[in-house]
């Protein structure tokens, strides 16, 4: 398991880090990861059960999960040998990979995401489970960083699973053209 990852890590994600972290998405999570930290006790979600949250989260990650699957099963079983080769030809600014890979690494991007989402959900769920209450203002600093981090994964995962649906859309426009 290691290998594998290590190598998605060296040619997959390293190459396009500097395009991940430099997009709106990013500081909006962080934006309302530190929201979280701040204000986090006066939200009215800080008032639900870890329990809860949770659950929801666990929910919702395993449909988004299950759909990057997908899609990424779809991209890797195109029918058309030319819209395929087109996909292949085309090169992308990630060091000379084609849009065929990127394309790929969208879908198993935005899966990793939810995947650290359902890992948080559990750590909440572990953690927390039993709390009347997600945050209140007497929780030491170290659940507030968690929270935070919790706040902000979710809401990355969201705008990133809505920018693989506009992604799949796009593939689905361009494959009614060839």
């Given amino acids: 398991m290691i290998k594998p990852l290590l190598s998605y890590i060296k040619t997959g994600l390293l190459p396009r880090l500097g395009r991940i972290l430099f997009q709106p998405q990013v500081l909006l999570s962080v934006g309302i990861g530190a929201s979280c930290f ?19 989260v666990l929910t919702y990650a395993a449909i988004a ?41 969208v879908f198993s991007w935005t899966a ?17 489970g039993t709390a009347p209450t997600l945050l209140t203002t007497s929780d030491g600093y170290g659940w507030r960083v968690f929270v935070s981090w919790f706040a902000g994964i979710c809401a ?23």
Avoid at 113 to 124: E, P, Q, R, Y
Avoid at 166 to 177: F, H, M, N, P
């Fill in 38 to 56: 701040h204000w986090g006790p006066s939200l009215a979600a800080a008032q639900l059960k870890a329990s809860d949250v949770g659950g929801m």
């Fill in 65 to 105: 999960f299950g759909f990057c699957i997908t899609g990424m099963a779809l991209v890797l079983t195109l029918p058309s040998d030319r819209f395929l080769k087109t996909l292949q030809s085309h090169k992308s600014d990630t060091k000379g990979q084609s849009s065929y890979l990127d394309l790929l690494f």
């Fill in 112 to 128: 990793v995401c939810h995947w650290l989402l359902v890992v948080s959900a559990i750590a909440a769920i572990l953690l927390r």
């Fill in 156 to 178: 990355y995962s969201l705008i990133q699973f809505l920018m693989t649906v506009i992604t799949l859309s796009q593939v689905g426009e361009l494959y009614s053209k060839v």
